[in-house]
């Protein structure tokens, strides 16, 4: 299950996204409602978090584009104000659930969910690329040779090759989309991850593979092509 989460507080963000990563959710955190809509542009999320009060373009605004697009994507608004006017322009423009902010951590978790269980594809969200599936609920790696799990970062990893096969990923795009929050890690994880999901793949004698095009990154293809 990937969560994109949109708020300019960095700290509660950061907290958020931990709070997610724990109860086994993918998530990626942008600060401003223009960067929201890129990456909600760029990706399949299956629970959008969307902070009102946010700089470029507010949370409203976004969500009202989400929805103008014709995405049904599941949608939590939080906020600091607890008005009912709030609550209602929220609800009126597309959202699907309202938390006011503070709010304790068990009751967030609760929602998104809770949310996310409205998401038809969730009971059996699965990727497929050759002969490979990646189960997204199980974070696992299946062939007719058999099965292996992966560790979030690997999942974080292989779901974004297998949203996006024969696409080049430069490290440096991999390692703001998967470690941006890391501050400790540096620009070799991205080849060390790798090497782990390649191994995983040979575990399973996949058709598929992380293949490097030198000088510029690593994509998804079928062995041998």
């Known amino acids: 299950m990937r969560i994109l989460i949109a708020e300019d507080e960095e700290e509660l963000a950061k907290g958020?996204?931990?709070?997610?990563?724990k109860n086994k959710f993918t998530v990626d955190v942008v600060y401003d409602g223009a960067d929201a809509l890129t990456y909600f542009s760029g990706a399949v999320y299956d629970v959008v978090i969307l902070d009102i009060m946010m700089p470029k373009i507010n949370g409203l605004e976004v969500l009202r584009r989400i929805r103008a697009a014709g995405a049904g994507v599941p949608i939590l608004m939080l906020t600091a104000k607890a008005e009912i006017e709030d609550r209602v322009a929220g609800l009126e423009a597309g959202a699907d659930d309202y938390l006011p902010k503070p709010f304790a951590s068990s009751e967030f978790i609760a929602r998104v969910k809770a949310l996310?269980?409205?998401?038809?594809?969730?009971?059996?969200?699965?990727?497929?690329?050759?002969?490979?599936?990646?189960?997204?609920?199980?974070?696992?790696?299946?062939?007719?040779?058999?099965?292996?799990?992966?560790?979030?970062?690997?999942?974080?990893?292989?779901?974004?090759?297998?949203?996006?096969?024969?696409?080049?990923?430069?490290?440096?795009h991999l390692m703001d989309k998967i470690w941006e929050q890391d501050s400790e890690?540096?620009?070799?994880?991205?080849?060390?991850?790798?090497?782990?999901?390649?191994?995983?793949?040979?575990?399973?004698?996949?058709?598929?593979?992380?293949?490097?095009?030198?000088?510029?990154?690593y994509s998804l293809e079928a062995c041998g092509k």
Request: glycine share 6%; with cysteine.
């Open 16 to 21: 958020l996204k931990f709070l997610l990563e």
């Open 185 to 217: 890690a540096d620009i070799n994880v991205v080849w060390t991850y790798v090497g782990f999901v390649r191994k995983k793949l040979k575990q399973i004698d996949a058709d598929i593979e992380i293949r490097t095009v030198r000088g510029a990154g």
């Open 116 to 172: 996310s269980r409205r998401n038809a594809g969730y009971a059996d969200l699965c990727l497929a690329f050759g002969k490979v599936q990646l189960d997204c609920n199980r974070y696992e790696l299946r062939s007719t040779a058999g099965a292996v799990r992966l560790n979030n970062k690997e999942f974080q990893l292989m779901e974004l090759f297998m949203r996006n096969p024969h696409i080049v990923f430069s490290a440096a």
